[in-house]
């Protein structure tokens, strides 16, 4: 079965310090990767994705994220975390064949500090 | 140009009490998705259309929930016999044929 995991529940940064947001995932094939940011009372809003080709996949807001095949992972960072990146951050995974449902991680909630 | 839009943003009502949920998609988008979100969990899928094929009906989570899609447009999600369980945020998604879900901003749905 398909599942996505973000092992970290809650995740506090310091204003300018670097962010990694772990995600794993466990798909039968080679899936489509995808993170969303969710602000307070907002829906979701698209980060960044993977599809194919060059691992390393650049977002908006200043986001990237690399997939590695071998580790079943698709972690998200961001070397100079603001405050406004507070958020919920969501990892999903949809298969390749199709518009299908995604399947998502519980998310990560990110705190920014000063 | 517009985005997915939902209706109403926040719904109160009764327990036992039948609610409906609806869902603009973004105009041209083939495939419109329902997802819920509860306190603490993640996104859990309910629905899914496609054109014009039967929906997949496989995350519904009991027959007092159903969804139809006139037009291949607007969707609307029923939930009959609201139960506090119910409880939660849901959400409508659409896409192309590129496979990129774009998110509405939810109807948030209390029972008391």
């Known amino acids: 079965a398909q599942s996505v995991t973000q092992p970290d529940i809650h995740i506090t940064v310091s204003e300018g310090a670097s962010l990694e947001l772990r995600c794993n995932y466990s798909y039968g094939a080679t899936p489509y990767l995808f993170w969303y940011v969710q602000s307070p009372g907002q829906g979701l809003q698209l980060l960044l994705k993977y599809f194919s080709g060059d691992t390393l996949v650049q977002g908006i807001k200043g986001f990237e994220a690399e997939f590695k095949r071998s580790q079943s992972s698709f972690n998200l960072r961001k070397p100079s975390v603001h405050w406004s990146d507070a958020a919920e951050y969501f990892c999903a995974v949809g298969a390749q064949s199709g518009n299908t449902p995604l399947v998502f991680g519980k998310g990560t909630r990110l705190s920014v500090i000063a | 140009g517009a985005g997915v839009s939902q209706s109403p943003s926040n719904k109160v009502t009764e327990k036992g009490k039948d609610v409906e949920l609806r869902c603009d998609p973004i105009s041209g988008h083939t495939a419109l998705y329902w997802y819920r979100q509860s306190l603490g969990q993640g996104l859990e899928f309910l629905i899914y259309f496609q054109g014009n094929s039967a929906p997949d009906k496989s995350g519904l989570p009991s027959d007092r929930f159903s969804a139809e899609r006139t037009g291949g447009s607007v969707s609307t999600l029923t939930i009959q016999r609201t139960q506090q369980e119910d409880s939660a945020v849901y959400l409508c998604?659409?896409?192309?044929?590129?496979?990129?879900?774009?998110f509405g901003p939810g109807t948030r749905l209390t029972v008391t």
């Open positions: 998604a659409s896409s192309l044929e590129d496979r990129v879900q774009y």
